[in-house]
């Protein structure tokens, strides 16, 4: 972050609670004119502090409400086994989110199904035609307590 000066980090912090502000809005939040934030927030998109800008949709109102955390263990790792699994799964669209994690369980994603009897179905015929599966945990959630989508202001 050594490149990165106070007017980068409001310019990241307004566009992280708003990805649609206008280049004039976002200009008078830092107190800058609108030419120089356009150049700076090029710059910041093309050095990847900015990766994209996204809508968040509501999974519920989607039909996709029932949320799962799924922990897998395969049977071995290997540079190929885990190539080929990761493969798999970023062409799953219930995947939401796949992490390579440490511990007990290999990998971490994150599902959203509409309901149980679909997920039930999705375990059996989807993650479960994948080999290189040993043993998989399911974590249901009931509520969501906090998502930010996004890094925590204090941390930029």
Not at 17 to 29: P, Y
Not at 49 to 56: C, E, F, G, K, W
Not at 132 to 143: A, E, H, P, T
């Amino acid at each position: 972050m050594d490149t990165l000066d106070k007017t980068d980090i409001l310019i990241l912090k307004a566009l992280q609670e708003n990805g649609r502000i206008t280049v004039k809005d976002l200009a008078l939040k830092v107190h800058l004119s609108p030419t120089p934030v356009f150049e700076r927030m090029h710059r910041l998109e093309k050095e990847g502090y900015i990766q994209r800008y996204t809508a968040v949709l509501s999974p519920s109102k989607l039909g996709r409400g029932f949320v799962v955390f799924c922990s897998v263990k395969l049977r071995r790792m290997g540079k190929e086994i885990a190539h080929d699994f990761v493969s798999r799964v970023k062409g799953i669209p219930e995947v939401a989110e796949c992490y390579n994690i440490s511990g007990d369980s290999d990998y971490l994603l994150k599902i959203y199904a509409p309901d149980m009897k679909y997920y039930n179905d999705f375990l059996i015929n989807t993650l479960g035609t994948i080999d290189s599966l040993g043993s998989i945990q399911s974590w249901f959630v009931m509520d969501e307590i906090k998502n930010s989508y996004g890094l925590p202001e204090s941390l930029l």
